[in-house]
């Protein structure tokens, strides 16, 4: 028996036959013309902004992440900073926080919390310390 010829497409054909992949279809990265392997490291790119490093934070910067982070955990605004010492691994900053406003001012109350942040301003830790009355001096200190 003869085999039939095959039948030419027409474009109708076209639309409802499956399509054929292709490496660019699959999103395969084709090599570049300079024959690279995607693999290889790229050449250093003269116009690429040279690599910067970490500068260090001040302690302006550190005591004012400080205090942003107290205010953002607490909801209570700081007042100040009251220590700030930068050990081995990072930073621990006093802030003292209005935690209750009273009338008059002289018996709101106040609260001291110790904050660590690490090398890079992020927070590990903080507690408060104490809790006083604004008015109130402690025994020792000369007001």
Partial sequence: ???????????????????????????????????????????????????????????????????RQVQELTGNPPEGVTSLERDGEGWRIGIEVLESRRVPDSTDILAVYQVVLDERGGLVSYHRERRYHRGHVDPGETP
Avoid at 23 to 50: F, V
């Fill in 1 to 67: 028996m003869p085999e039939p010829e095959p039948r030419a497409r027409r474009p109708a054909d076209r639309a409802t036959a499956p399509r054929r992949r292709t490496a660019a279809a699959d999103g395969e990265h084709r090599e570049p013309a300079s024959g690279r392997s995607r693999h290889a490291p790229a050449e250093p790119d003269r116009t690429d902004p040279p690599k910067r490093t970490r500068t260090p934070l001040s302690a302006r910067q550190v005591a004012a992440r400080a205090a």
